[in-house]
């Protein structure tokens, strides 16, 4: 009897990342997916990052992940978004080469030899006395594992719905996993609905390219890997995105066969994504506005095939062609793909650790959608860290987990463990309390220690990164002790700060200082003079947060048992009780963060186990 060490279930974003953390950690994987072809596809947006996205693909990247070098090397338009802004809340984002995108992941696990690719509908769980040991299959029955990781995206009792038509898949044209839905249900794990959309894809041969506003992305493209070479990503090829705007016209059509949509019928029960509704909640929510704006998006260099972004509806096939032709640009537009609404199972994510292993069976982790998560990034950061922890758990070693003050994927675990989700869940940069510290352009010195000790990363990796901020660290060392010169009449009256101080001052960076200067000249690679910049603009706000996280970590510190019956301790809320005993959470911090939970209850907890312990 074969026994692999990990069995991922899925071969979307989450289930990549598991099987290659896995891999890059020396186990045997078995990665079951109901169709090779579809490993890595982007079922919806052809895009990769955006706002506190792109910092969770670079976070990614740091721990080992594959996204980050993958959508530089398949990317066809590169932004850095929120420039105006402060560097907390900039964001790297591209658009894909979807089929690229996927090709390139499929070809990378192939290349594996430690993991295997099986098509296979998994139906059932195979469980011992509260231990995965296993999974059944529809086609070639029973695989054996140490552990399984569950990343079955929308497939869990997926229904799609165009109008009241209602199609039983994952994704149009794909079955659903109702088997394994149901069994889920059937072994008491708390299972819930919800509900996403994608928009329809034109033809762009249809498109009136000249009345469009075009959008061009960056001359100097920002790279998502901290492995790629920026001169690389400068040839790859680029096409531009088109912006539109539905109107009145638009509106009234959609207003006036609302009650076509799924969502309006009655016939969806899941709650779907507050911060990305389709275009008749749009219209319905906002009567206000007599306009939404509409991103056109290429979905590659060798198709004509264009994303409508901002317009996911689940109206009816001919309501989708009536509104679309009366947008500026789409009079003409040819429907290549219909716009869709999809249902799905969703696990509620409380019964999890921070490992993203199930506190109730040993062994079994879940990653992704399952969890009630929205976006490819969100999916790829957990399976990248229940891949890992997996891996680590057969082979006896420490578990690899990340903090609220570590990374935006940790806020995101935290989030769902502690709180849970009735929508799909997305990240924003506003989610995190210390968001100043988890930067896009510092994920690599925020995470490679922890990386590097887990197994993630390469040697190379580590001395690398180790060395760039030893440098970093000496050459902050050296500009808080080298005196500013100078002799233009416009600056001499900053004369004798130091340069550290300069740097300070909103107007000033290391390039101009060193025009300005007598004898100054920085030691090191402009690569790197960002993040200097960052540290020492920023260096009050990032002194305050990181007192702020000495506090939070005290608290994180006070680690509570996970198998203990709150009803013991005298003076908690019966509301406390039911909570505690329902999340049960790891530490006093964890306990804090869950609804309901009262700083008076914190207090007694606080006291109850610093003197029974």
Not at 561 to 577: M, Q, R, S
């Amino acid at each position: 009897m074969k026994i692999y060490d990990v069995i991922v279930v899925g071969g979307g974003h989450a289930g990549i990342e598991a099987a290659l953390a896995a891999h890059r950690l020396n186990r045997k994987v078995l990665l079951l997916t109901m169709n090779p072809d579809k490993i890595g596809e982007m079922s919806c947006n052809p895009s990769i990052g955006g706002l506190a996205k792109g910092q969770i693909v670079r976070e990614i990247d740091a721990l080992g992940g594959e996204m980050g070098i993958n959508i530089d090397k398949t990317g066809i338009q590169f932004r850095l978004l929120n420039t105006r802004k402060g560097p907390a809340v900039q964001s790297p984002r591209a658009q894909a080469d979807k089929k690229a995108y996927s090709q390139r992941l499929r070809t990378i696990l192939e290349s594996k030899r430690n993991i295997e690719i099986t098509m296979e509908l998994v139906t059932e769980l195979i469980i011992n006395q509260d231990e995965i040991k296993g999974v059944k299959g529809l086609y070639n029955g029973n695989y054996f594992g140490k552990t399984v990781i569950l990343t079955p995206g929308t497939f869990l009792k997926g229904r799609l719905h165009i109008g009241k038509k209602v199609f039983s898949g994952g994704r149009l044209s794909e079955q659903s996993a109702d088997s394994l839905g149901k069994y889920l249900k059937s072994i008491g794990l708390p299972v819930k609905r919800l509900k996403t959309g994608t928009p329809a894809r034109i033809d762009g041969n249809t498109i009136n390219f000249s009345v469009l506003e075009k959008q061009m992305g960056d001359k100097n493209p920002t790279s998502f890997s901290f492995k790629t070479n920026p001169k690389d990503l400068k040839k790859r090829p680029q096409k531009p995105c088109y912006k539109t705007y539905t109107n009145e016209k638009t509106h009234e059509i959609i207003n006036k066969n609302i009650s076509l949509s799924a969502i309006h019928a009655g016939n969806i029960v899941g709650i779907g994504p507050r911060y990305c509704p389709s275009i008749e909640d749009k219209v319905e929510k906002f009567p206000e506005k007599n306009r939404h704006q509409i991103f056109i998006e290429p979905e590659g260099l060798y198709t004509n095939e264009y994303y409508l972004n901002g317009i996911s509806t689940s109206l009816p096939v001919e309501i989708q062609h009536k509104f679309l032709h009366t947008i500026k640009g789409l009079e003409d537009a040819k429907i290549v793909r219909y716009a869709y609404a999809v249902e799905y199972d969703y696990v509620q994510p409380y019964i999890l650790k921070e490992t993203l292993e199930s506190k109730e069976i040993k062994n079994l982790f879940h990653a992704g959608q399952i969890n009630g998560t929205s976006g490819y990034e969100e999916a790829a950061g957990q399976g990248l860290i229940a891949g890992a922890n997996a891996a680590l758990k057969t082979r006896g070693e420490p578990q690899i987990t990340l903090g609220r003050d570590e990374a935006y994927i940790g806020v995101l675990i935290d989030d769902l463990i502690t709180k849970g989700t009735k929508e799909p869940y997305r990240m924003f940069t506003s989610r995190a309390e210390y968001r100043l510290l988890l930067r896009a352009d510092n994920a690599d010195e925020r995470l490679f220690q922890k990386a590097y000790k887990a197994g993630l990363i390469t040697d190379s990796f580590y001395e690398k990164t180790k060395n760039k901020y030893n440098s970093v660290s000496k050459e902050i060392k050296k500009y808080r002790e080298t005196r500013f010169y100078t002799d233009s009449k416009n600056f001499n009256r900053f004369n004798g700060k130091t340069i550290y101080e300069m740097l300070k001052m909103p107007e000033m960076d290391i390039d101009k200082i060193e025009k300005l200067s007598r004898d100054f000249s920085p030691d090191i690679e402009k690569a790197f003079y960002r993040n200097i910049e960052i540290k020492a603009k920023y260096s009050g706000y990032i002194k305050k947060e990181l007192q702020k996280i000495k506090k939070f970590r005290k608290m994180e510190n006070k680690k509570l048992p996970i198998d203990f019956d709150y009803k013991k301790i005298d003076g908690l809320t019966n509301e406390a009780v039911e909570k505690l005993n329902k999340y049960k959470p790891s530490s006093i911090g964890q306990a804090s963060r869950i609804s309901g939970i009262t700083p008076a209850d914190i207090s007694v907890l606080i006291f109850y186990f610093e003197n029974n312990e």
